[in-house]
Structures are given as C-alpha cells and as structure tokens.
C-alpha cells in the first residue's frame, strides 16, 4: 500500500475543495443563523411591547376602555356633522358673495355707461354750444 505523491495531491486537492465547499456552506448557514437571530429578536421586542400596552389596558377595565372609545366616537361624529355645517354655510356665502358681486358689477357698468353719456354730452356742449340751445320753433321755421 505504498501511497505515491501523486494520490496524496490528488487526496489533497479533493479535500481542499471539500473544505471551500463546507466554508461556504457555513457561510451561508451562518448568514440564516443571523437572519433568525434578528427575526427572534424583533418578535421579543413584539411580545415585549405588546406586553405593555396590555399592562396598560388591564390597569383599566374594558367597560372603561370601552366607554372611552365610544365617547371618542361621538365626538368625531359632531365633529363631522360640524364639518358638513360649515361646509353648507360656506357655499351659502360664497353663492351671496357671488350674487353681491354680479349685482355690483351690474351697477357699475350702468355707471360708467352713464357718465360716459354724460361726458358726451357735456363734450358735445361745449364744443357745439349752439347746436343744443336752438329754439325749438326756429327748428320749425327751417322745416316749412
């Protein structure tokens, strides 16, 4: 059983990438390990907290608890019917706001239409005083 150079290489080689392929192995294994040992801490700290909100409601009784939150309940409700409220109340104004406006809008348009007649006609007055102040039978005389 003589063992020649060659076979021990050979054994060697075989047992190093033997050795490679359990390193990575571990590798891997170890990577997981660590995965679980995160996902194991974060549920300690689940169960953790969880244990203290439930320390925190076993101070009080559930009737109280229950109480609370129908009262919380309550209160969004007027909150809300307040909302619609003021909501309603608001597009009441802004429809009178709009109909102020329109109205405005409509008196001052008369006004700019009538003081523009009235500068015409203070214009053409001045300019022609004598077209304006003629008798009304001299008018008559040149008809007939």
């Given at each position: 059983m003589?063992?020649?150079?060659?076979q021990?290489?050979q054994?060697?080689?075989?047992l190093?990438?033997?050795?490679?392929?359990?390193?990575?192995a571990?590798?891997?294994?170890l990577?997981?390990t660590?995965?679980?040992?995160?996902?194991?801490?974060?549920?300690?700290?689940?169960k953790?907290?969880v244990?203290e909100?439930n320390?925190a409601?076993?101070?009080?009784?559930?009737?109280?608890?229950?109480a609370?939150i129908?009262?919380?309940?309550?209160?969004l409700?007027?909150l809300?019917?307040?909302?619609?409220?003021?909501r309603?109340?608001?597009?009441?104004?802004q429809?009178a706001?709009?109909l102020?406006?329109?109205?405005?809008r409509?008196?001052?348009?008369?006004?700019v239409?009538?003081?523009?007649?009235?500068?015409?006609t203070?214009?053409?007055?001045?300019?022609?005083?004598?077209?304006?102040?003629?008798?009304?039978d001299s008018?008559g005389i040149?008809?007939?």
């Amino acid at each position: 059983m003589s063992l020649t150079i060659q076979q021990i290489l050979q054994d060697a080689k075989k047992l190093s990438s033997k050795l490679k392929e359990h390193d990575s192995a571990a590798d891997i294994i170890l990577s997981q390990t660590q995965s679980v040992y995160k996902k194991i801490d974060a549920m300690k700290q689940y169960k953790d907290e969880v244990g203290e909100l439930n320390d925190a409601a076993r101070q009080r009784p559930h009737s109280v608890l229950i109480a609370g939150i129908q009262q919380e309940n309550r209160h969004l409700r007027e909150l809300q019917q307040e909302n619609r409220e003021l909501r309603a109340a608001l597009e009441e104004h802004q429809n009178a706001l709009e109909l102020i406006m329109s109205k405005y809008r409509q008196q001052m348009t008369q006004l700019v239409n009538t003081s523009k007649q009235s500068f015409h006609t203070l214009y053409n007055q001045q300019v022609h005083p004598g077209l304006y102040t003629l008798p009304v039978d001299s008018v008559g005389i040149k008809n007939q």
